[in-house]
């Protein structure tokens, strides 16, 4: 079974650029998740969605991040301008709701995309 | 409001000694699931165990175990005899149960481990 796929592994711009982040989740998984993890730290949810609906974003700065999960399967995170601040590993993850509540599903993660913000 | 403390923030260790990672957890809910995470040096978060709150069991799988104490809200996992690929930054997580909770698993700050020949 393939797992969480995500595009690109590393991208490097300048501030107040544009970028653009893609995952595919588990095929059949219902659930996808953003998450932020700046070096050294653990990761913090952005967005959560179940099937193409919001879930959770109350952690996403909506003046500048935006995601969408169009037809309920591939999402895709943008940040538009970034700040410095904003360079992290954007990790995308999935859960297959196997349980009557969300949180007894086992998340499974994608590679991650490193984002350098200079 | 819900935390996850992992105080050890690096721990070396000679290849073959034991080493445990601790994991420190608050929640308010009755019902909540742990889970401990695998982070290589290629980024991507492994899975390595959940463990609900009704559970007190310790598990054990091949070299790793762990044991739970709801008693000292702790989830503490242990290497037995330790290898150079056990290198990485292991992450304890916790996600509650509670009407409000989405699912969102709320990390720990992580402990590096550094398996030396």
């Known amino acids: 079974e393939a797992g969480v796929a995500q595009s690109p592994r590393y991208k490097i711009i300048e501030k107040r650029q544009s970028v653009a982040f893609w995952c595919n989740p588990i095929?059949?998984?219902?659930?996808l998740y953003w998450y932020q993890q700046i070096l050294g730290q653990g990761p913090k949810l952005l967005i959560q969605?179940?099937?193409?609906?919001?879930?959770?974003d109350s952690q996403l700065p909506k003046d500048r991040f935006s995601a969408e999960r169009l037809k309920g399967v591939d999402s895709t995170l943008k940040i538009q301008p970034a700040k410095l601040e904003d360079s992290a590993v954007y990790l995308c993850?999935?859960?297959?709701?196997?349980?009557?509540?969300?949180?007894?599903?086992?998340?499974?993660f994608g590679p991650g995309t490193r984002l350098t913000v200079l | 409001a819900q935390k996850v403390t992992q105080a050890q923030t690096e721990i070396s260790v000679v290849e073959k000694e034991d080493v445990t990672l601790d994991c420190v957890y608050e929640?308010?809910?009755?019902?909540?699931?742990l889970f401990w995470y695998k982070q290589p040096p290629s980024g991507e978060l492994v899975f390595l165990i959940r463990?609900?709150?009704?559970?007190?069991q310790n598990e054990i799988s091949g070299r790793y175990s762990w044991n739970f104490q709801k008693s000292t809200s702790s989830f503490n996992f242990t290497i037995t005899a330790s290898q150079v690929v056990d290198s990485a930054v292991y992450f304890c997580?916790?996600?509650?149960?509670?009407?409000?909770?989405?699912?969102?698993?709320?990390f720990g700050q992580g402990t590096t481990l550094q398996v030396k020949p």
């Open positions: 993850a999935s859960s297959p709701r196997l349980g009557r509540v969300l949180s007894t599903d086992t998340q499974y």
């Open positions: 095929s059949g998984h219902a659930t």
């Open positions: 969605f179940q099937n193409n609906g919001v879930v959770d």
């Open positions: 929640t308010r809910d009755t019902t909540y699931y």
């Open positions: 463990r609900n709150s009704f559970d007190e």
């Open positions: 997580a916790l996600s509650g149960h509670g009407s409000s909770n989405t699912g969102k698993l709320i």
